[in-house]
Each structure stands twice: as C-alpha cells, then as structure tokens.
C-alpha cells in the first residue's frame, strides 16, 4: 500500500493520506494493501494504483473483518486480475461505510455534512460544520478554490489554517 503494506490484529489507521502512485501484484492499495482486523478512518488516496494480480483497490487492496469509514479515494484503480475495486479491491466481512461518488459530489461540502446524501448516516467532523452536533475534533476541511487536494475534503491539519466551508 501506499501507507501500510499489511496492518492487522486491531490496529487503526486514522488521519492519514497517501499521494503518491502504487504498483504491484497482489493486495495494492493507495493507502493500505492488507487490512484485516483493523479500523480505517479518517484518511484518503489520491494517487493512482496498478495491480497485475488480485485484490486491488484505489483505497485498499483487501479488508477483512475490518470497519472503514470517513474515507476516500480520488485516484484511479487498474488491474489485470479478480477482485479490482474502485475503494476496495475486495471485502471479506467487515464494515465499509459510505457509497460512490461522483468527482462533483466529491468536491461538494454537503455530501460529508448533509445526512440527507444518500449513503451518509452521521455527519463527517468538518470544522465548523453546523450539521454535526459532535464536531469536537475538527478532522476535514475543504478550500473551494482548489488550491488545496484538487477541491477534494483533506484533513484539517494539512495547512494549519482554517479554511471557509461556504459554498462559493
């Protein structure tokens, strides 16, 4: 993975990114290549993966008995063998907890804050999010000008600065 190779046996993984291009033959993922037993969240993959075996996928190559949630992938996924996924390469139990999105629902606020997106049960912890009555941590913000990840969410702590959440 772009992150972690393998992470098991109740580890977690949160607020991470990973950017840079990942290649490789079995369990490629942009940000891990094995999960099992472990807790993803809070953390995103924008750069593109490539696999020539099994079990690939943009985010993760392969999740098992695993819960992800709050994460996403904005980098695009190729393989040449089973189990190529756009998030995950392939899921054996577990929880993933969200739904595909469109590029222009992935720079919008209200698919992370608005509960009414389909496929959003609680809010994401955004600062200064009005929609999230727990947003104590403060873990996303998005820069509508895109001068910051393209215009996708990232993670608070990347720029130091508090970025306006109003629509442009």
């Known amino acids: 993975g772009g992150l972690v190779g393998n992470s098991e046996s109740s580890s977690t993984i949160s607020n991470c990114y990973s950017t840079g291009n990942v290649s490789g033959d079995q369990k490629v993922g ?33 999740t098992m008995s695993a819960t992800v949630s709050n994460v996403f992938s904005a980098g695009s996924v190729t393989g040449s063998g089973s189990y190529v996924g756009g998030l995950v390469g392939d899921q054996n139990a577990g929880t993933v907890v969200g739904d595909v999105k469109t590029t222009t629902e992935m720079q919008t606020l209200a698919t992370f804050t608005d509960t009414d997106t389909d496929g959003l049960a609680t809010a994401w912890d955004f600062e200064t999010n009005p929609n999230d009555d727990n947003a104590d941590n403060n873990y996303w913000d998005m820069d509508y000008i895109e001068s910051i990840n393209s215009g996708y969410p990232f993670l608070s702590w990347q720029n130091g600065n508090h970025i306006s959440l109003n629509d442009p």
């Open 30 to 62: 942009g940000l891990v290549g094995r999960n099992g037993f472990s807790t993803v969240s809070n953390s995103y993959s924008t750069g593109s993966v490539t696999g020539t075996g099994n079990y690939v996928g943009s985010l993760l190559g392969f």
